[in-house]
């Protein structure tokens, strides 16, 4: 086959209308190996190019007669010192870390492993066979696509409502979705789901992880799977398990078609993406990509015994992002899937691992650093779960500007405050109003807060308020994995009940927590499926279970189409009042014209909390928000004005009398809503200062601020 020495950037394949330059990186290899295919899983290679360039540590050729649809592998010649951190395998086929597809799944079996599995040397003694059969080939792929018009939606922070969803459990049970296209991209686009989302109100779907990865054998030993997908392998390529056309390599063109639609529909794109480690594991685990091709400069090895590794993360290894072509090949992905894929932005998975320079976390990091001054990168939605698993990984709060975070202790204060624990009024407020606390000393405002009462990884809404304790019976470790902190609230009765109280106060407790998620300032995430109460039976660490467990069940009761109506109406009232998604943190003072502050905190006798009140331990609260004391200016520089509101809230287990605020002649209280009255044909409609409301045990209240004609209008 003709060949011509090509160029070492890009990295990857790269088809430019003639032919593909192949590019890839290894600083300690003596040699590299361009292998060509026929099929996905032949066993030996139809063309074996020994790659003769070399340039900075780049390894290249540029094939004029390879075209896109042709598949690829990797072996990389080098030595086997395992006690140096080195961990070459030529006999061991590789997937290219910069495949922008890869054709199919890892096929389990001893010789995947780099080592002789079972010779009484754990990794130490290299295994010489060869494994091209049990590899999925990386593909060679055309990138042009017809985008039109389409660009990034660019949504304001402030204005956004994100909806976490798995790609799969999506759609695998919609009864509209046509049977082929369930639990694909093109499913997740099709009319019904698209409709759906639309009429919920959302703004972004976060996906979980759609970066091709590996299914854990001890996992499919056992019958189970890696639902969830944190376990990359491929950071440039889209799952092929989410491709409703897996065998003709559409998988690309089927994602970007997935993002032009929801783009279309006003959506954005934002993807959960794994780059704290990949799926191959500690020392014992297989050679499939990095470790193959470098395993010194691609993970953080132990120095002192580099046979081992830094595991900052709980799955065995850590990405070294301390190395520089181990921190381009991630910017390099982030570039690609925005610019390439069109995607709107990134929820970082254990984003503190990332930010660990010699060990602890730092937030003058490298990766910081190169992801501000990106000129495209720095313009996206950037997310961090602000956590890992190493010393001191629990950095909620102190992400740099730029960065939103996965507000954990907003989760954990609005869980233990509607499940009645004293103490929490003041931490509370303050998750409430944005967690000024943890984001306005760095210059941060609301909108850091990334929200969230549940998320994938934990019970759902339902299962939060109906079991005492995990059940994860189903994934076949004895329940020994999930957290155990549970801040459930479920009347004394796990699980399914017949008793229609403990069903009604269970439906209330959802609406406390959805209408406090809503309405707080900052950015709501809503688990995706919690709107119709599903249901995992209480199994709260649902990874490995790709079934019904999992997967939405659109079969809808009565029941849980009240609370879908109810979270788009909370949606709708987020989105159509400015004060509930301030830009800036309220101030607790009078702002220029305006008669009054722009948010006060009353007791239930009607009074202005006082010092004293807040370490009372008590379980009430009143808010009010000022619609006319904003102080932000919109889009033509007009200042934002707005109604105002006023929330109660007893987390109490007994009713609480509420004197409602006096305010100016004219005005009165118009009702909106009680989580605690579903039928409020009796229920008046306008309420004046001073007088009583009654507000249920474990409730919450809005009423909104009008002219007195208007808000008895309004009642007729």
């Known amino acids: 086959m003709r060949q011509r020495p090509g160029r070492p950037y890009p990295l990857g394949a790269t088809w430019d209308g003639e032919g593909v330059n192949f590019a890839l990186f290894s600083e300690n290899a003596t040699g590299v190996d361009l292998c060509l295919f026929d099929s996905e899983y032949q066993e030996r290679e139809t063309v074996s190019l020994s790659l003769e360039e070399c340039t900075d540590l780049v390894w290249h050729v540029y094939l004029p007669e390879v075209r896109p649809g042709q598949m690829y592998g990797y072996r990389v010649h080098g030595p086997y010192d395992p006690s140096a951190g080195h961990r070459f395998n030529p006999s061991k086929l590789l997937i290219d870390p910069y495949a922008k597809a890869i054709t199919g799944i890892v096929k389990w079996a001893d010789v995947m492993f ?17 494994n091209a059969g049990h590899v999925p080939k990386c593909m060679v792929v055309d990138q042009a696509f ?19 969803v798995h790609v799969k459990g999506f759609t695998m049970n919609h009864p509209d979705v046509p049977e082929h296209l369930r639990g694909t991209y093109e499913g997740l686009a099709s009319p019904p789901m698209i409709a759906y989302l639309k009429s919920l109100g959302v703004t972004a779907v976060e996906l979980l992880p759609v970066h091709h990865f590996v299914n854990d054998q001890f996992l499919l030993d056992k019958g189970l799977s890696n639902y969830w997908g944190y376990n990359s392998i491929g950071y440039f390529a889209p799952d092929i398990r989410y491709s409703a056309y897996p065998q003709e390599g559409r998988k690309v063109y089927e994602f970007k078609t997935m993002v032009k639609t929801l783009h279309s529909a006003g959506i954005e794109v934002i993807l959960d993406v794994v780059y704290n480690h990949t799926g191959e594991g500690n020392h014992l685990g297989p050679t499939l990509s990095f470790r193959g091709i470098d395993n010194a400069a691609y993970y953080r090895l132990s120095p002192d015994n580099p046979r081992y590794y830094m595991d900052y993360t709980g799955c065995g290894n850590t990405l070294n992002v301390r190395h520089p072509r181990t921190l381009q090949m991630i910017m390099d992905s982030l570039r690609y899937w925005v610019c390439d ?22 937030r003058l990091s490298a990766f910081f650093d190169i992801i501000h ?40 204060v609005v869980r233990r405050f509607w499940t009645g624990d004293n103490g929490l009024l003041g931490e509370f407020a303050s998750r409430l109003t944005g967690s000024s606390d943890l984001y306005g000393l760095s210059g941060r405002q609301p909108y850091a807060s990334i929200n969230f009462v549940t ?43 017949d008793d229609p109280a403990i069903q009604q106060l269970r439906e209330r407790q959802k609406r406390n927590f959805f209408a406090t998620l809503l309405l707080s300032q900052g950015v709501p995430m809503i688990a995706g499926g919690d709107e119709i109460g599903r249901t995992q039976g209480g199994n709260n660490n649902a990874y490995c279970q790709d079934n019904s467990i999992s997967w939405f069940d659109w079969n809808v009761t009565k029941v849980q189409a009240e609370l879908l109506d109810f979270v788009k109406h909370l949606i709708a009232i987020k989105k159509d009042h400015p004060v509930f998604h301030r830009r800036r943190f309220f101030q607790g003072k009078q702002i220029k014209d305006s008669e009054v502050k722009d948010i006060a905190w009353f007791a239930s006798d009607g009074k202005e909390m006082n010092d004293e009140d807040w370490d009372k331990g008590l379980l009430t609260l009143g808010i009010r928000l000022a619609g006319d004391a904003i102080e932000e200016m919109d889009d033509l520089g007009n200042p934002i004005i707005d ?3 006023l929330l109660l809230l007893n987390a109490y287990h007994e009713a609480v009398h509420f004197t409602l605020p006096a305010h100016k002649k004219g005005v009165a209280w118009e009702w909106v809503f009680d989580t605690a009255k579903t039928d409020s044909k009796d229920i008046p409609r306008t309420w004046r200062g001073g007088k009583v409301y009654e507000l249920e045990s474990r409730a919450m209240a809005l009423m909104r601020l009008r002219d007195l004609k208007q808000a008895n209008k309004n009642s007729n």
């Not at 984003?351 to 976390?361: F, G, K, M, N």
């Not at 720095?378 to 890992?388: F, G, H, T, Y």
């Not at 470790?477 to 009347?491: F, M, Q």
Request: some cysteine; charged content about 30%.
């Open 643 to 645: 109604d105002s509101f």
């Open 455 to 497: 998320a994938h990884d934990g019970f759902t809404l339902n299962d939060l308020v109906s079991y005492d304790q995990k059940h994860n019976e189903a994934n076949l470790e004895d329940s020994r994995d999930g957290t155990d902190d549970n801040e459930s609230w479920n009347c004394g009765v796990e699980g399914l009940t």
């Open 114 to 130: 780099g080592y002789r599995i079972g010779q009484g040397k754990e990794d130490l003694m290299r295994d010489e066979r060869n």
């Open 146 to 164: 017809s985008w039109g018009h389409d660009r990034l939606l660019q949504i304001p922070w402030a204005q956004t409502v994100i909806y976490e």
């Open 341 to 362: 894929m069109h995607v709107d932005g990134f929820r970082f998975d254990l984003a503190s691992a990332l930010a660990r320079e010699l060990h602890d976390v730092d």
């Open 373 to 412: 001054q990106d000129p495209i990168l720095s313009q996206v939605k950037l997310i961090a779960e602000p956590w890992d698993l190493g010393e001191g990984g629990y950095q909620v709060g102190n992400f740099p500007p730029g960065w939103a975070e996965w507000n954990g202790k907003y989760r954990d």
